[in-house]
Nanobody, 125 residues
Framework: QVQLVESGGGSVQAGGSLRLSCAASGYTINNLCMGWFRQAPGKEREGVARIDADGRDTYEDSVKGRFTISKDNAKNTLYLQMNSLKPEDSAMYYC???????????????????WGQGTQVTVSS
């Protein structure tokens, strides 16, 4: 059983940066597909970034060039570095994990059985 706990959210001005962390326990993340999702009020949850066991990362178009997903297997922790933040980035951000390869699961919510509680990101204009 995988437990995920996000941290690092907060309130920043447009153009600012935040670094989110996702601490995993109960299982090593080495061979898991790890992803970051976000959900704004009244909107569906959407995939932001994912990283596979080999370190290959994939991003949603709106965050390409601004966000970077990474992981530290030794610390069993996933990260999301968010730069040049925009008001439309405001959302609850969730860490997720799947035992299946990232190519198979993509950004499909239902393909990720493990989720964190979320951390709030608010970007003001």
């Amino acid at each position: 059983q995988v437990q995920l706990v996000e941290s690092g959210g907060g309130s920043v001005q447009a153009g600012g940066s935040l670094r989110l962390s996702c601490a995993a326990s109960g299982y090593t993340i080495n061979n898991l597909c790890m992803g970051w999702f976000r959900q704004a009020p009244g909107k569906e949850r959407e995939g932001v970034a994912r990283i596979d066991a080999d370190g290959r990362d994939t991003y949603e178009d709106s965050v390409k060039g601004r966000f970077t997903i990474s992981k530290d297997n030794a610390k069993n922790t996933l990260y999301l570095q968010m730069n040049s933040l925009k008001p439309e980035d405001s959302a609850m951000y969730y860490c997720s994990a799947s035992p299946n390869n990232c190519f198979r699961v993509g950004f499909g919510n239902h393909n990720y059985p493990y989720w964190g509680q979320g951390t709030q990101v608010t970007v003001s204009s």
